[in-house]
């Protein structure tokens, strides 16, 4: 039976109604995705018309998941929000910590010994606060989730930017920061701009080496790594009746890759099946009984140019398979161009490493179809030209792919097969054979390949694709390789052909597991004390952010002016990092050491305008701090791509950054800012940008009538005597301008919980 039954029947019980409601408010048909917005609305039965891309919309969601590294500041948030529980279902997810060095085993007992305090702590919150914990092991929070709690017409916030991979069973299913978790978890109404809408229709059908990770590689393709911002990407037509439940929540997970705020699939038999297959046929039967009500309408799908602001059409029959890189996830090459391609690029041809798994792609169906391609390898006699690693996504597939003779396999061909944790995917893998930062490409079935992702090294050229790819390239070793039409070099030295992989979507002997990892929270946790050491280097309880002091800006210091692409990356750092999380004081000693600073090209070197010196950004933000000095950061286009970490918002106010001013921002990041007390504003003229100098002081005037839709100005003061004023606009809404003023969105709850 699944979790928290009795609050889907509660939502179903009330989402006919408020759908029927919506419907007469805008007299149309709806699409999925309004559908179930308007069922979330906080006022409850919809009573105002929403304007995409435009009215900020509260809303109620079903529940919140986090993952390890995130739920630790935000759990540390929620401890001071005056809650004695969470409001809503929630979990927690021990994947992000698990470093992949030698293995599942070894790796997983060094986790637990290196992270045990981090452990103990949210194993111990969990159980104060009435939160499901998964324990290190049990899988990856998006896979967890999908096979656990993800259900149809659902509205989920996580605080991972690939949340929407619960898309795949028709939910509405949010990256956030941990900022928002905690509104939710603390029972208040979650705030976000009502989105776009763009619609995918889906023809034909997928066949031979064409997976579902090449449709969502086609859109990125489409849209580029922006171009979904601000949207929900909702997918129809036959095509998308032909894909599995999974391979939906693959296409949707990479959806977090355009900017899209989250992707969905409606409900049809394919997600009642997946459902019955993971023992979840009470929440199939309930949805069977809403079934019209977890689906655009059939005049939405018949003339969708009327619905979406933006449709997209994609034939899978006439798709081919791609990889997408280096160095970006929108970057599209078919294999019948990456021969020709990467020469013309001077991509290293040899393939180093082949990676399968991750959120994205570790189910059942997507180890079937690489171990079909080992199989075939094995009785070839081909072997394996580079290292190949295999990450399972949750204890459920691993046990039943481990029944199945499945990782038999795949070890039989000399893979290692990995902790289910996100690993190599988030920076976590202790890859030695790279520490002399040598050019090399290696391929994976993942989301991400920015520069240093994967591995730290800054020449590892990253191509994302489908599991059957990874796993041809590993064999080959090639980049240069076209698996439908070239022939490989057996032992034997003959020429053979790798045949089209098949894949089975359900185990036959059905899912199975002995200990999925999961540990239920205490009926009563008021006695369950939470320690935090003061001398702990991994956690930090913490001091709330001070109150605006009622008076624009004056006065304001650069700290850096950052060059083109500025990811979350860039501005937090994972890998390494992933250990201080909870600690905001160490983490912060990591803020934007991996910007480019405009005025000297250098990641990492900035002046610091107390002593004239080039130092470290986080030195330079201290000393300035610590002199009384306010900050501001300049940024480019889609500034804090990437992940939900809130770190990259929390670090710069603990540092002293006071704006934060860009040509545009990517939707969470921004949100990020706004619950942390930092002014976040954009260009009104974006070639603004260039007037802005090393040497500057920065005035920020029209704080004291702060309003939404209205700008502000910021005065720049050059060394020279001279000065520019710049218009500058901002997104924040009444409620928002309330956290501004009260410091973060936290002190805002605090005070009303008080």
């Not at 017409?153 to 069973?169: F, R, V």
Request: hydrophobic share 40%; proline share 4%.
């Amino acid at each position: 039976m699944a979790f928290d039954i009795e609050m889907i029947k509660t939502l179903y019980s009330k989402f006919p109604s408020r759908v029927n409601a919506a419907k007469k408010l805008l007299g149309k048909p709806l699409t999925l995705t309004e559908k179930i917005l308007y069922a979330h609305l906080d006022e409850g039965i919809p009573s105002h018309i929403y304007k995409r891309n435009e009215s900020y919309v509260d809303f109620r969601p079903d529940r919140v998941a986090m993952q390890d590294a995130t739920a630790q500041m935000a759990l540390l948030q929620f401890m001071q929000a005056g809650k004695t529980k969470v409001s809503v279902p929630s979990s927690v997810h021990c994947d992000h910590l698990i470093q992949a060095k030698e293995g599942a085993v070894a790796d997983l007992e060094n986790a637990n010994y290196t992270n045990s305090e981090v452990y103990d702590f949210l194993s111990s919150v969990s159980n104060k606060y009435g939160i499901g914990f998964w324990k290190p092991g049990a899988g990856i929070i998006h896979q967890v989730v999908l096979e656990n709690y993800a259900f149809p017409g659902g509205m989920m916030i996580g605080t991972d930017s690939h949340t929407p991979n619960a898309g795949g069973l028709g939910m509405i299913a949010i990256g956030v920061g941990g900022a928002d978790a905690v509104d939710v978890m603390a029972d208040m109404p979650w705030e976000l701009k009502f989105p776009k809408l763009i619609g995918v229709n889906l023809t034909g059908k997928l066949s031979g080496w064409t997976a579902p990770k090449d449709v969502i590689l086609r859109v990125a393709d489409i849209l580029t790594v922006k171009g979904g911002t601000g949207a929900v990407v909702e997918y129809f037509g036959e095509g998308a009746l032909n894909l599995s439940a999974t391979g939906r929540a693959t296409i949707c997970n990479m959806g977090a890759e355009i900017g899209a705020t989250t992707s969905t699939f409606g409900y049809d038999d394919k997600t009642a099946e997946y459902l019955k297959q993971t023992d979840r046929a009470d929440v199939a039967e309930l949805a069977n009984s809403i079934s019209e009500f977890l689906t655009g309408d059939e005049e939405v799908y018949a003339d969708p140019a009327k619905y979406f602001d933006e449709v997209i059409e994609i034939n899978l029959s006439e798709l081919e398979p791609a990889l997408n890189g280096p160095f970006t996830p929108d970057l599209r090459t078919t294999v019948s161009k990456i021969s020709e391609t990467a020469k013309k690029n001077d991509w290293p041809l040899e393939i180093e490493a082949g990676l399968i798994g991750s959120c994205t792609n570790s189910s059942y169906e997507d180890i079937t179809r690489a171990a079909s391609i080992a199989r075939q390898a094995l009785a070839k006699n081909l072997k394996i030209k580079s290292k190949l690693l295999i990450t399972p996504g949750s204890e459920l597939v691993r046990y039943t792919i481990e029944r199945d003779g499945l990782i038999d396999q795949f070890e039989q061909l000399g893979a290692t097969v990995l902790a289910n944790a996100c690993g190599p995917c988030i920076g976590q893998w202790d890859r030695e054979s790279v520490k002399d930062g040598h050019r090399n490409s290696i391929i994976t079935s993942f989301n991400r390949n920015f520069a240093k992702r994967n591995d730290g090294n800054a020449n590892t050229h990253a191509f994302v694709s489908s599991p059957d790819m990874v796993m041809a390239y590993a064999i080959s070793g090639k980049l240069d390789f076209n698996p439908l039409t070239d022939l490989i070099e057996n032992e034997n030295g003959e020429m053979v052909k790798l045949e089209e992989p098949v894949g089975v979507v359900y185990p036959p002997l059905g899912f199975d597991v002995k200990d999925p990892g999961y540990q239920a929270p205490a009926e009563d946790g008021s006695k369950i004390e939470v320690v935090v050491s003061p001398t702990s280097e991994r956690l930090q309880l913490l001091t709330p952010f001070k109150a605006w002091d009622g008076k624009d800006y004056k006065g304001l210091r650069l700290l850096i002016k950052a060059k083109g692409k500025c990811t979350t990356d860039h501005i937090s750092m994972a890998g390494p990092w992933l250990r201080f999380r909870g600690h905001l004081e160490n983490i912060s000693q990591n803020l934007l050491i991996g910007a480019v600073n405009f005025f000297n090209d250098t990641t990492n070197s900035v002046k610091d305008q107390v002593n004239g010196n080039y130092e470290p950004v986080p030195e330079a933000a201290l000393t300035m701090r610590n002199a009384g000095i306010g900050t501001i950061i300049i940024g480019d286009e889609n500034y804090g791509e990437g992940s939900s970490r809130e770190h990259a918002a929390m670090e710069p106010r603990f540092l002293g950054v006071k704006v934060v001013m860009v040509r545009s921002f990517a939707r969470i990041h921004e949100t990020n800012l706004k619950k942390q007390g930092v002014l976040a504003l954009t260009f009104a003229n974006k070639s603004d940008y260039d007037k802005v100098l090393e040497d500057d002081s920065f005035d920020v005037i029209g704080l004291t009538d702060f309003a939404p839709g209205k700008q502000l100005k910021v005065l720049l003061h050059h060394a020279d005597g001279s000065s520019d004023e710049i218009i500058a606009n901002h997104t924040y809404n009444s409620n928002q301008i309330e956290w501004f003023k009260a410091g973060s969105a936290l002190n805002l709850i605090k005070s009303q919980n008080a």
